[in-house]
């Protein structure tokens, strides 16, 4: 028997709402099922379970706030009572009234139909899907955002369909979260970086010349939706110069730090109408970078629309933020409690450098760093800005 | 395809994608990232949606050339 807790998304969460179960009792779930709606500050996200067995209770009704920690449902044995068997479960939570849903919960399963997550509902209207009559693939055949993503690339290419209306599309566009909302949270956790955080900053420029020639060779070869943006080899590069420099990987609580499980950077996702999320890319260090393209397009798509999972926001070992071919040219950045560094690049901007004692123009690009000085010394920080740029000299090896 | 319809499926991809804006009120030279604030990844996804619903290989050089309305609708009434 385990218990299932109300997670914690990243540290400024305090509590979540319940907008919707994706189990039921009797349910089998595995490490990594998406099994519940939790509506934070964050907007709607996907709670996945790390045990498996038989769901035997649901403790907490739609429409609930619970605190982080709180008990939101009891996971029975592996060996769990047969769904048919009636099930020697405690008083069953759901014939208890219900509280009003919040008004901000997503419309919940169809009545009787398949059930459909609320980032899969919006997805599925965006493209003018029925999402209730696609197969899902998630917990008791959920439709997910996966399986309307496999409905879109199963229907035919084609004939330039001219009339997906523009006025059913707009309304259904929602952004997932609540921008007022979302200012409190990032207000919450920059303010206690400030406050707690003794950052070191440091930066370093850095000529992409070889790393954006190699790209453009690369994507001439591609297909258009397999092509690579600057910013997953300035990524990948960080990912590998972290695996050397280890101390800015990780997290520091109550002064001690504590490495990371692997390199799990935070992608800083800027999100129109206001707003800023940083969910991780599990491994990155270990992608290949078509794969860490197509993580970062899938992450930014979720960010976007409201399906992000628990586990990206509670896991990122780092930030790694890129302001793109409009930004600034240096970003200067703030620590995410309880991480100790984030890495920034500015935008790409062609200027002079010098190479073999002449002058060329030279895309160059400034890395920052701010990193947590009760963990590391500026000698540590210039380590890895050096790393990054000897391994952005060598993109092939990305 | 007809200007009309190239200009019919750019809309219709942009308000996709910049969903608070309305295209329409965009002017056919200016730069369709700064009109609509669209960043790299934005931009990127624009681009893939027009070869994926007009079918045909737009090579990276030629990016340059969608980023105004005029210039894109040119682009693909040819």
Same mark, same amino acid.
């Given at each position: ?24 009792? &009797? ?18 996200? =996907?709670? =996945? ?34 769904? =048919? ?18 008004? @901000? ?6 009545? &009787? ?23 899902? @693939? ?5 439709? /997910? ?50 406050? =707690? ?57 109550? &002064?001690?730090?504590?490495?990371? /499980? ?43 629309? &409201? ?24 970003? @200067? ?42 963990? @590391? ?22 | ?14 308000? *996709?994608?910049? %969903?608070?804006?309305? %295209? ?30 007009? *079918?045909?290989?737009? %090579?990276?050089?030629?990016? %340059? ?5 005029? *210039? ?7």
């Amino acid at each position: 028997m385990s218990d299932f807790l109300m997670p914690a998304l990243g540290a400024d969460m305090e509590a979540g709402t319940l907008v919707e179960w994706l189990i039921k009792p &009797g349910d089998r779930v595995k490490r990594g099922d998406v099994i519940a709606v939790v509506e934070t500050q964050k907007g709607a996200i =996907e709670v =996945e379970i790390f045990d498996e067995g038989v769901v035997s209770e649901l403790v907490v009704p739609v429409g609930t706030r619970v605190a982080v920690g709180g008990l939101l449902a009891r996971i029975g044995e592996r060996a769990g009572p047969q769904p =048919e068997a009636p099930a020697p479960v405690a008083p069953r939570q759901a014939t208890a009234p219900q509280p009003p849903a919040s008004p @901000t919960a997503p419309a919940m399963q169809a009545a &009787g139909g398949a059930r459909v997550t609320p980032a899969a509902r919006r997805r599925a209207a965006e493209l003018g899907l029925d999402p209730a009559a696609l197969a899902g @693939t998630g917990v008791e055949g959920a439709v /997910s955002v996966a399986d309307v993503e496999a409905a879109r690339r199963a229907a035919p290419p084609a004939a330039v369909p001219l009339a997906p209306p523009l006025a059913l599309a707009k309304p259904s566009r929602r952004t997932g979260f609540d921008p007022a909302e979302m200012r409190k949270a990032i207000a919450a956790a920059m303010g206690r970086s400030k406050r =707690e955080i003794p950052h070191y900053y440091l930066s370093h420029t850095v000529d992409l010349h070889p790393a954006l020639a190699w790209l453009e060779a690369f994507n001439a070869a591609q297909p258009v939706p397999r092509r690579l943006l600057p910013a997953v080899l300035l990524l990948k590069a960080s990912a590998l110069a972290l695996r050397e420099v280890p101390q800015l990987n990780g997290t520091c609580v109550e &002064g001690v730090f504590q490495p990371g /499980s692997g390199i799990h950077p935070g992608w800083a996702i800027s999100l129109r109408g206001g707003g800023l999320v940083a969910p991780a890319i599990r491994d990155t260090d270990a992608l290949a970078l078509p794969d860490l393209m197509a993580a970062i397009r899938d992450l930014v798509q979720r960010a976007r629309s &409201g399906g992000l999972r628990s586990s990206e926001l509670a896991s990122p070992t780092v930030t790694v933020t890129s302001l793109g071919e409009r930004g600034a040219e240096t970003v @200067t950045g703030i620590i995410y409690p309880p991480q100790v560094a984030i890495i920034g690049f500015g935008s790409i901007s062609t200027r002079p450098w010098v190479v073999d004692g002449r002058v060329e123009a030279r895309p160059l690009v400034t890395v920052s760093l701010a990193a947590d000085h009760r963990v @590391t010394d500026g000698h540590i920080g210039a380590l890895l800005l050096s790393a990054i740029e000897r391994l952005l000299q060598e993109p092939a090896k990305l | 395809m007809t200007e009309a319809e190239a200009r019919a499926v750019i809309y219709d991809i942009l308000s *996709g994608i910049a %969903p608070e804006a309305d %295209p329409v009120t965009v002017a056919g030279d200016e730069d369709l990232r700064e009109a609509l604030d669209l960043d790299s990844m934005d931009f990127m996804n624009f681009v893939v949606a027009l070869h994926e619903r007009i *079918g045909i290989d737009i %090579p990276e050089a030629d990016y %340059p050339r969608l980023r105004t309305l005029d *210039g894109a609708i040119a682009y693909f009434a040819r």
